[in-house]
Structures are given as C-alpha cells and as structure tokens.
C-alpha cells in the first residue's frame, strides 16, 4: 500500500532537502524520496518537502508519518491513504514549467480562488499541481452548499490548469486521514 498522492510536510522552519533526506535517513526512512514543494493560498506561499509513504496497512504508514513528525520539523495536515474511509476532493496535474515559474504564476492566480494547492517539483521542468478542497470545509457546509463549492472549486482548477497548458488534469475523490 503506498500513499495515493504525496505527502506534504509543510516546514516550520528552514531546512534543505538535502538535509531533511539527511534527516530520514538518520531515522530509518531512507526508502522514502522527498521533493521540493510549496504551499499556496490566499496569503501564503510556503516552502515544504512532497514524499509517498509506503506501508503494508494504514497503520505502517501512519508510524511512519509519525517518525517524520517527531523530527520535530514541520506539520502534516493530512495523507492520502488507500481504503481508509474517508474522501477528499483532489485535482492532480502534470504541468511541463520549471518550479520557480510555476509557483510564482500560480501565486497570483490563487489569491483570487477559495482553495490551496501544493506543487511539487518532479524533475527541472516538470511539476505536479495538486488542489485539494478542504474535507473540513466541505463539512461544515450543508449539501446543496458542498454541491455547490465542490463545482465552482472544479472550474477554477480546470480553468487555471487549461491556461498552464497541464499534461493531464485528473479530478477524483482519495482516502485521506487527519494528522495531528
């Protein structure tokens, strides 16, 4: 079982990659390969480090989150995990530009939206675009309201990725589970 979409572990202060591959490896969690990432809303563009976690069950992998937490280096708001029970809306896309262009295009787009997206660098000019819309937010509205937020969301990603030129865009519902 492995992590449907990479983790992100958003930092809570500065690191390298190198040094949180470093980090890793110090702990037994040298299979893991991280990448470089960043956080974007309304107001942040916050540096983080993209990984896939596998694992035999859920259980394996969330250990294994847990070793990467108690590093003590940043925070996890959740992982997509196969089969655990829950749904998260989720967007994924490839775009061919390098990861500094990317996230300084996509920062001024995502001021004007109600929803985050991570990217990762894959290689130099290849990355991963992911929105995900808020399971918590969803929530705490009622359906028609869900219904309602979950297609306005889709047309603003579809909209934003069809101006990037995305290789794919790929809508779909994954597992996730809360880390805290």
């Not at 190198?18 to 037994?28: A, E, H, M, P, V």
């Not at 985050?116 to 028609?144: A, Q």
């Not at 219904?147 to 934003?160: G, R």
Request: charged share 20%; glycine share 4%; proline share 3%.
């Amino acid at each position: 079982m492995v992590t449907e979409i990479p983790v992100f572990l958003n930092l809570t202060r500065e690191m390298s990659l190198s040094d949180f591959r470093n980090k890793l490896q110090t702990c037994g969690l040298g299979e893991i390969t991280p990448y470089e990432a960043v956080y974007l809303d309304k107001d942040h563009c916050k540096k983080c480090f993209a990984f896939n976690v596998e694992g035999a069950n859920q259980d394996e992998i969330l250990q294994k989150l847990q070793q990467i937490l108690s590093l003590d280096m940043g925070h996890i708001d959740f992982a997509s995990i196969k089969f655990c029970g829950k749904g998260a809306y989720c967007c994924f896309s490839v775009v061919e530009m390098p990861f500094r262009d990317l996230s300084a295009l996509l920062m001024g787009y995502i001021n004007d939206t109600d929803f985050s997206t991570y990217i990762m660098k894959r290689k130099e000019s290849i990355c991963y675009v992911i929105s995900i819309l808020s399971p918590n937010f969803l929530n705490s509205l009622d359906y028609p309201e869900q219904f309602k937020e979950i297609n306005a969301w889709k047309d603003e990603a579809k909209y934003i990725l069809d101006y990037l030129n995305a290789g794919s865009i790929d809508f779909l519902q994954v597992g996730y589970h809360s880390i805290s």
